[in-house]
């Protein structure tokens, strides 16, 4: 079957899309993008991933993308794929639109570019068995709360965990150790769930607010605080968690195994727990 898209404003077979090349997320990676879920066919936390379009939106003066409508053709995608049953996903992006080549904005503005589409959901690792991962320098901008589509620098870290046998690269600035190239982290240390705290340095999970508000409710502690790359090695469980990879142990940090090289039972708790929000 054709998997149908959808781009500026009309659903077509994936072929049948033509990109300007002067849009300027093909020049500049001048635009933002989302990554929803759905189980069954319920899209999940699908509010608080649009929201956090608009904010990237906003902050790129980017404007002309409702996302209202883009919720509509988030279900739209599902229905027309035929992906109500099983797991899948949603990828949404929109850029500043195709303009002559400039550093500066296009005066007058030009019409976003919207794409969207929705494929079966390929799972990242077995939470029963866990991943490896290493730490890597922080080389992105200093604008990592915008989910901006220019990823090189996280592609390059992923790349470089890849090369290592590894599947996760993690983000260290200054010492502290922020996230991975494509999730957030956490750490388990002295029995109390850490993670760092919002800056401009991290994205604002979707998944680690979740995460975050199951463990209020589950009465287990947990701060958003600095973890120190030289606290690793005292860390009893390492996760890591995202919309793609759900929570996903790290049992085994930068060649050394970590909690005794298996799944934590904190990690396990949280995501049983995660699992009953997603039914």
């Given amino acids: 079957m054709n998997q149908i898209v959808y781009f500026n404003g009309q659903f077509l077979p994936k072929e049948q899309v033509r990109l300007s090349p002067d849009d300027r997320g093909f020049l500049f990676g001048d635009g933002v993008y989302e990554v929803v879920r759905s189980y069954e066919g ?3 936390a699908l509010e608080p991933h649009l929201a956090r379009l608009r904010y990237g939106l906003e902050e790129l003066e980017i404007a002309g993308a409702d996302s209202e409508s883009l919720a509509h053709v988030c279900r739209e995608l599902i229905e027309r794929n035929s992906l109500s049953r099983g797991d899948a ?30 494929g079966r959901f390929a799972p990242k690792g077995d939470p029963a068995i866990g991943i490896a991962a290493i730490t890597v320098p922080d080389t992105r901008w200093a604008r990592c709360d915008i989910k901006s589509v220019q ?8 790349q470089r965990a ?5 599947q996760e690269a993690l983000l260290v600035r200054d010492g502290v150790v922020l996230e991975g190239s494509h999730t957030s982290v956490f750490f388990v240390l002295d029995g109390e769930v850490r ?6 340095y991290i994205l604002p999970s979707i998944t680690r607010d979740v995460v975050l508000e199951i463990c209020r409710d589950e009465g287990i502690e947990a701060r958003e605080v600095p973890v120190h790359y030289h606290q690793l090695p005292r860390a009893e469980e390492i996760f890591i968690v995202g919309t793609t990879v759900e929570i996903l142990p790290v049992v085994r940090l930068d060649g050394q195994a970590v909690g005794g090289g298996r799944p934590g039972p904190i990690a396990q708790r949280l995501l049983e727990r995660f699992k009953e929000r997603t039914r």
């Avoid at 400039?102 to 969207?116: G, L, Q, R």
């Fill in 89 to 118: 996903t949603v990828y949404l992006q929109v850029t500043r639109g195709a303009a002559p080549r400039t550093h500066f904005f296009p005066e007058p503005s030009v019409p976003p570019t919207v794409y969207a589409q929705a």
């Fill in 151 to 158: 990823l090189l620098a996280n592609c390059l870290a992923n």
């Fill in 195 to 200: 993670t760092a705290p919002k800056t401009n």
């Fill in 162 to 166: 890849r090369r290592l046998g590894a």
């Fill in 42 to 44: 319920r899209l999940f």
